[in-house]
């Protein structure tokens, strides 16, 4: 079963939705024993970085979630703060990310000439594929999707890099480790690009 | 390639009814909301705007049967505005799958609310919906309560006060031009958009392409229509329908 992991952090019936409408179950759930069945695993969110990993210590998912993911490498797929939670660490605050994926996050700054890009990054944008993957497959034309934030990824490596996304500076917008997929848009909310992304990770991971 | 959003807006009335206004005013019947937004769905639109008109006049809060229901049809993102006063409303209509939540009236009978919401929520959660009036002298005026009271407070300064709270965006709305397809009030527009760093979503007046880009060259990150979009022809028959390709590479170029 494909398991949502609840920690208190944004809208998680619209990722249900659309997995309900490619014919995939799923549940969303805060219990560390519910969590310990899945067979796949999101990880959601959005909202501020430090309050998401407060969340997950003070509902007790940090350790369950490590022995999903590093133990038994069962597949995860962290949406926009969960894609962060997954790395090192934010600009945003101080407390460290779950280190899945080495790198950090950094603050959108515009300066001279490029003022016309506000911050949030929030609305439609294209992916520019850096290498083949089974989650981004399957799609016939450039691959857009609905974005909203405000701190991008810098990897340590880019052998993990599967997208890039420009938004007034190019920057990784997908990655994947082994069993570890990050995604810093909305698939749940990206039409039919997020319905075959969702579909690619429910069938093919 | 970053894309401006262009974003149809529903409005209902006692939420089982589709309307379009003029200026704010005579309300008619368009169609079913739930009808409208599968073929919104369908036309794969960057964004939906849904504004419940009748909770604030009726003195209630969200209708989150209604909303879930609309919610649950949205493939794209969904901003809800109507009756949002606390908190808890918040938290209730993002329950429903609903990624953005407007606030019109609470902006002003609340002074604090934005800033609670955003430091609970997430800045790019709440939108801030700022309607403005122009006088008979051409001076522009906040209004809350669908247009009906003013704040006596300028929309320069008060995108400001809300953009200061945490909004992540203002939807603003001209009065004025609601319904008419004549046109956005650019010299609004600007005068907002230069003001803030957060999104501005220009909304009243759109009637065709041009509008849209020039909305864009006045600093608009978005801009939103509703006659447009369930309007056709020149007696205004109900037609659901959105921007082709076409458009939007005309738009965006």
């Known amino acids: 079963m494909i398991t949502i992991v609840n920690y208190g952090m944004g809208n998680l019936g619209s990722i249900a939705n659309m997995l309900r409408r490619i014919g995939h179950d799923s549940i969303i759930t805060s219990d560390p024993a519910k969590i310990a069945e899945a067979t796949k695993i999101i990880l959601p969110g959005v909202g501020a970085f430090d309050t998401g990993m407060q969340s997950l210590h003070d509902m007790g998912l940090i350790d369950i979630l490590n022995k999903k993911i590093i133990e038994e490498k069962v597949p995860v797929l962290g949406i926009c703060l969960g894609m962060q939670l997954m790395t090192d660490g934010s600009d945003e605050g101080q407390l460290q990310g779950l280190g899945w994926i080495k790198g950090r996050f950094a603050k959108f700054v515009f300066g001279e000439g490029l003022q016309q890009y506000k911050v949030p990054h929030m609305g439609w944008n294209q992916l520019q594929i850096a290498k083949p993957s089974r989650l981004l497959e399957g799609y016939e034309e450039t691959p857009r999707f609905y974005f909203v934030h405000s701190?991008?990824?810098?990897p340590e490596?880019?052998?993990?890099?599967?997208?890039?996304?420009?938004?007034?500076i190019e920057y990784t917008s997908a990655f994947e480790h082994e069993n570890i997929v990050g995604v810093q848009f909305h698939p749940e909310k990206s039409h039919k690009y997020g319905m075959n992304l969702l579909k690619n990770f429910a069938e093919k991971y | 390639m970053f894309e401006k959003?262009?974003?149809?807006?529903?409005?209902?009335?006692?939420?089982?009814s589709l309307v379009k206004t003029t200026k704010?005013?005579?309300?008619v019947y368009v169609g079913d909301p739930v009808n409208a937004v599968k073929i919104f769905n369908e036309k794969e639109v960057d964004e939906l705007i849904f504004l419940d008109i009748s909770a604030t006049r009726e003195k209630r809060g969200p209708n989150l049967t209604y909303i879930e229901e609309i919610a649950t049809e949205c493939f794209m993102p969904l901003c809800y505005g109507g009756g949002i006063r606390t908190l808890q409303d918040i938290i209730n209509v993002i329950k429903t799958g609903v990624e953005k939540v407007a606030i019109n009236t609470a902006i002003a009978t609340e002074p604090d609310l934005i800033k609670r919401a955003a430091e609970q929520f997430g800045s790019s959660t709440i939108v801030a919906s700022i309607d403005v009036k122009k006088d008979l002298f051409g001076s522009y005026h906040v209004h809350v309560e669908c247009g009906k009271r003013s704040v006596?407070?300028?929309?320069?300064?008060?995108?400001?006060?809300?953009?200061a709270d945490g909004a992540g965006e203002i939807m603003l709305n001209s009065i004025d031009r609601d319904g008419t397809m004549g046109g956005f009030d650019l010299k609004l527009i600007e005068m907002v958009a230069n003001a803030v760093?957060?999104?501005?979503?220009a909304c009243g007046g759109a009637g065709k392409p041009d509008d849209f880009k020039e909305a864009f060259t006045k600093g608009a990150s978005a801009a939103a229509a509703g006659a447009m979009f369930v309007f056709t022809g020149k007696h205004r028959a109900v037609l659901i329908n959105y921007l082709s390709k076409q458009d939007f590479a005309y738009i965006n170029a």
């Open chain 2, 24 to 27: 704010f005013k005579d309300p």
């Open chain 1, 151 to 154: 701190y991008y990824f810098k």
């Open chain 2, 197 to 201: 760093d957060i999104p501005v979503i």
């Open chain 2, 152 to 163: 006596k407070m300028n929309p320069v300064d008060y995108a400001k006060k809300v953009a």
């Open chain 2, 5 to 16: 959003r262009i974003i149809p807006v529903l409005l209902c009335d006692k939420m089982d």
């Open chain 1, 157 to 168: 490596t880019n052998d993990d890099i599967l997208a890039k996304t420009n938004y007034g």
